[in-house]
C-alpha cells in the first residue's frame, strides 16, 4: 500500500495494528465508486468533468493506485425507479451487476479485451407499478452467480425483498422464477386469546451481501431490539439471527471471507448524533412503536450528518462473534480523524481477507457530479485470517416464501396491518397496543406495558409512543420502568422537526411549558441524557 495517501494508525488488542489510507486517483476522476474484485483489484466507476449526465466510466486498478486501466465508458440510462447504479462483483470477476444492467468482460476485469453492456429485466411489472417507489433500492447476487436478491420499496412505506434466478438470455439478463422472502407485519392473531396477536420476527429489510456461501442473507432488519439492526436471514430456515447488539443505530454489515469479522455503518462512534437513548433499555415488541420512525432515524443519524450536523456514521471494525452477543461492545472505529468526511456505500474485502474498503464523502460538497468522494482501505496487518465460506447453492426459495399469483396480489395491493389489540407476555401481564398509519408518512403509535414479563424475573410497567409526518416532524416519548435482572426506566421526549428543517433535535417550549426534547434513559450503571445531543 505504499502508493496510498492520507494514513493513519489505529491499534486493537485483538485485531493487531490497523492502517488506514486513501486510495490515490488520477486528476480526471470525478464521482468515484468502487469495490474489489474476487481477483483482488478495484472496480471503479467514475466520470468526468466532461462527461454527458448519463455517461459512466468503469476502470481496473489496483488498490495503491497503480495499474489504472479504463476498460467503459458510454450511456448507462437509468430507469425512473431505480436507485442509481451499483456495482455487484459475480464470482467468476467478468460480470458486474450495476442494478438495471450487467456489465461483462471478456476474457475477465483484471484483462478485458471486450466490455459489453446487458440490460436486466425485472418481474412483476415493477418499473411500472404505482405502488413502486424503487423497483430496487439494494441488489445482491449470490456466491454461485445464479441469483440475485433484491428490496423494492413501496409508496405505502414498505419495503419488500425479492430473490430469483438471473437467466442470460441474447441481449439480456431476465429475472425468472422471483419468489417473495419477506414478511409485512410482526403479528398474527393468538389461536388462544380473543383479542390478542402473537409477534413473529420481520423477514426483510434492505440485502446488503450473500452470506454462508450463498444460503443467508446479511441485511437491515429486525433483531427485536428498538433500532434497526444488522441481521442473517437464513433462507433454508427463514431463522433471523441479530449480528448487531449495540442500542444505537446499526445498518449495513459486510461480512469478511471467512466471516469472522464484519465492517458496519453504524452511529455508536458519534456521540453527539448517536440515538442510542432508544434502545438502551431492551424491550418485548419496541418496534411496534419505533419502526414508523425509521425515516427520523436515517435522516438525523446519516442524511444529516452527510449533510451539515458534526458527527460519523461508521464505518466500525467488529468481531461477528463478539459482536452476536455484547451490547457493549463498539468494536473499533475507522472513520476518518479529519471530521469533515464522512462514511458512505459501498463497502467490500478483499478476497485475501486483510483489507476492507470504504468510500467516504466530503460533508455538504454538491457539486454538479455529486458529492466529493474518496476510497478508503483499512489494512489489518497483524490478522491472520482464516479460510473463506465455501460456496454452496443458493436455494429458489425460502420456507415461507410467496411465488406466482399470491406474489402478484401481494405486490397489487397497499400492506395491511394491524390496528391495534394485545400481546400477553410468556409469564405474566401484558402489552396493548395501538397505532394507525396513511401509508405516506403521517402515524401514530402507542403501546402500554401492565405487569408484563416473559421469563417471570423481568418486569415492564408503563407507556411508549411515537407520532409524526415526514414534513411535520416526529415526536417519541416514554415513561416506562424495568424491574427484574437490571433495572431500567425511560422519563423522556424527544422531538424531531420534519425533512424541510434537517430532521433536527428541538429544544425549544412545548405547549405544556417543558423543553420539546428532554429528559433520561437509564439501564443499571448507564445513563442517557437527550440534552446531550443538543446541536
Avoid at 73 to 82: E, M, V, Y
Avoid at 155 to 179: F, K, S
Amino acid at each position: 500500500m505504499s502508493g496510498t495517501t492520507d494514513l493513519q494508525e489505529v491499534v486493537d488488542a485483538s485485531i493487531g495494528r490497523i492502517r488506514i489510507s486513501t486510495v490515490p486517483l488520477p486528476g480526471h476522476v470525478c464521482a468515484p465508486s468502487a469495490t474489489y474484485t474476487p481477483g483482488g483489484r478495484v472496480f471503479l466507476l467514475f466520470r468526468t468533468e466532461e462527461d454527458p449526465a448519463d455517461w459512466m466510466r468503469a476502470a481496473v486498478v489496483d488498490d495503491d493506485g497503480a495499474r489504472f486501466r479504463e476498460i467503459f465508458a458510454g450511456s448507462i440510462p437509468q430507469r425512473p425507479t431505480a436507485n442509481g447504479i451499483r456495482h455487484m462483483p459475480f464470482a467468476d470477476n467478468r460480470r458486474m451487476l450495476l442494478g438495471d444492467y450487467v456489465l461483462e468482460a471478456t476474457p475477465s476485469f483484471d484483462e478485458a479485451e471486450t466490455v459489453e453492456l446487458a440490460p436486466v429485466d425485472y418481474p412483476w411489472n415493477l418499473t411500472e407499478d404505482p405502488l413502486t417507489s424503487h423497483h430496487w433500492s439494494e441488489i445482491i447476487v449470490s456466491p454461485d452467480g445464479e441469483r440475485i436478491a433484491w428490496t423494492i420499496l413501496r409508496t405505502d412505506m414498505t419495503a419488500v425483498v425479492a430473490l430469483g434466478r438471473l437467466r442470460r438470455d441474447d441481449d439480456r439478463y431476465t429475472i425468472v422464477d422471483p419468489v417473495i422472502i419477506s414478511s409485512t407485519d410482526a403479528l398474527m392473531p393468538d389461536p388462544d386469546r380473543e383479542g390478542y396477536f402473537l409477534a413473529r420476527p420481520m423477514l426483510g429489510g434492505e440485502v446488503k451481501q450473500f452470506v454462508r456461501g450463498g444460503t443467508a442473507i446479511s441485511a437491515v432488519g429486525d433483531g427485536g431490539a428498538p433500532l434497526t439492526d444488522s441481521v442473517l436471514q437464513d433462507l433454508l430456515t427463514d431463522a433471523l439471527e441479530p449480528i448487531t447488539r449495540t442500542p444505537g443505530y446499526d445498518e449495513t454489515t459486510i461480512l469478511s471471507p471467512d466471516e469472522r469479522l464484519g465492517i458496519v455503518m453504524t452511529s455508536r462512534a458519534s456521540g453527539g448524533t448517536n440515538p442510542a437513548f432508544l434502545g438502551l433499555v431492551p424491550r418485548p415488541h419496541a418496534t411496534l412503536v419505533t419502526m414508523s420512525m425509521a425515516w427520523v432515524l436515517y435522516e438525523y443519524a446519516v442524511h444529516g450528518v452527510r449533510s451539515f450536523r458534526p458527527g460519523n456514521i461508521g464505518p466500525v471494525l467488529i468481531d461477528i462473534e463478539r459482536s452476536r452477543t455484547d451490547r457493549d461492545y463498539l468494536g473499533v472505529p475507522l472513520n476518518s480523524a479529519d471530521d469533515s468526511w464522512v462514511y458512505v456505500s459501498p463497502m467490500s474485502w478483499h478476497p485475501g481477507g486483510r483489507q476492507v474498503m470504504w468510500m467516504e464523502m466530503q460533508r455538504g460538497s454538491d457539486g454538479d457530479l455529486g458529492p466529493t468522494l474518496r476510497i478508503r482501505i483499512a489494512e489489518l496487518a497483524e490478522h491472520s485470517p482464516g479460510e473463506p465460506i465455501p460456496v454452496a447453492p443458493t436455494p429458489a426459495a425460502t420456507p415461507s416464501a410467496v411465488s406466482g399469483r399470491e406474489a402478484e396480489e401481494m405486490l397489487g395491493r397497499t400492506a395491511e396491518f394491524i390496528p391495534s389489540g394485545r400481546i400477553a407476555g410468556e409469564h405474566s401481564g401484558y402489552l396493548e397496543f395501538d397505532r394507525s398509519s396513511d401509508g405516506r408518512g403521517t402515524w401514530s403509535a402507542t403501546s402500554r406495558y401492565v405487569d408484563y414479563s416473559d421469563d417471570g424475573r423481568n418486569v415492564y410497567n408503563g407507556v411508549e409512543r411515537s407520532t409524526g409526518s415526514m414534513m411535520g416532524g416526529a415526536v417519541y416519548e416514554a415513561d416506562l420502568e424495568l424491574v427484574g435482572d437490571v433495572y431500567g426506566e425511560m422519563r423522556l421526549r424527544a422531538s424531531w422537526s420534519g425533512l424541510g428543517d434537517g430532521t433536527r433535535l428541538r429544544f425549544g417550549q412545548a405547549e405544556d411549558g417543558s423543553p420539546q426534547s428532554h429528559g433520561f434513559a437509564r439501564y443499571g450503571d448507564r445513563v442517557m441524557r437527550i440534552e446531550d445531543l443538543a446541536e
